[in-house]
């Protein structure tokens, strides 16, 4: 597969318009890095944890609250968070004008096949307000991308009694956890090369620990 630096895509209900910076499947660490804007209202879609990769953002401008397992504090310009492996968390755009910031994820291959899928799901109308699919749409990612993003929401026992079986007729009914045609870029671009070289200066040097 052609490298992916410089992907851009896009997620009209959330607010964010990413770029590839830096292509986990052709980087030795399987790190991704990319770039993105922020519309003044842009939130991420719903409160989350990875159980195995460390997320880091560094603001670029504007201001963005983080909430890290129920601590809120708000970074600006030049700021870096760290949101370690299983910490539960949420992020969004606190300045009330367009914000920016680099994002990585350790290992990031399979975050930058989720991403790709909710943000095309949206962009062809197939979310909610929040940036979140149907229900048997949710199932059917949910259960695939278990290994890299679980939302706090619903309840843990009430995913564990209903995810399985609504996945197995989300997909009786079509719906898939990838589609390769939702995940091509919106346009490929250069990417500027300082941010490229911001996202290699800050790239994490190890996986912290969960908490």
């Known amino acids: 597969m052609a490298s992916r630096v410089g992907w851009v895509n896009e997620n009209p209900v959330t607010q964010e318009r990413g770029a590839v910076l830096i292509d986990p499947g052709d980087d030795p660490d399987g790190l991704f890095a990319g770039v993105v804007e922020l519309g ?31 601590v809120e504090r708000t970074l600006t310009a030049g700021e870096i968070a760290d949101i370690p492996a299983g910490a539960v968390h949420d992020w969004w755009n606190a300045s009330g004008a367009p914000a920016s910031a680099l994002v990585w994820v350790d290992p990031g291959l399979r975050f930058l096949e989720l991403i790709s899928t909710l943000f095309g799901l949206a962009r062809t109308g197939r979310t909610n307000e929040k940036g979140m699919p149907d229900p048997l749409q949710l199932a059917v990612i949910a259960t695939e991308f278990r290994d890299t993003v679980v939302f706090t929401s619903p309840p843990p026992l009430v995913q564990k009694l209903v995810l399985g079986p609504l996945a197995a007729l989300g997909r009786a009914r079509g719906r898939r956890a990838v589609y390769p045609e939702l995940q091509e870029p919106l346009e490929v671009v250069v990417p500027d090369p300082e941010l490229i070289a911001l996202a290699e200066r800050f790239r994490p040097a190890a996986r912290p620990a969960g908490p």
Do not use: D, I, Y
């Open 40 to 70: 003044s209202e842009a939130r991420v879609a719903g409160e989350r944890f990875h159980p195995a990769q460390h997320e880091r953002f560094r603001v670029l401008s504007g201001a963005l609250t983080l909430k890290l397992e129920g």
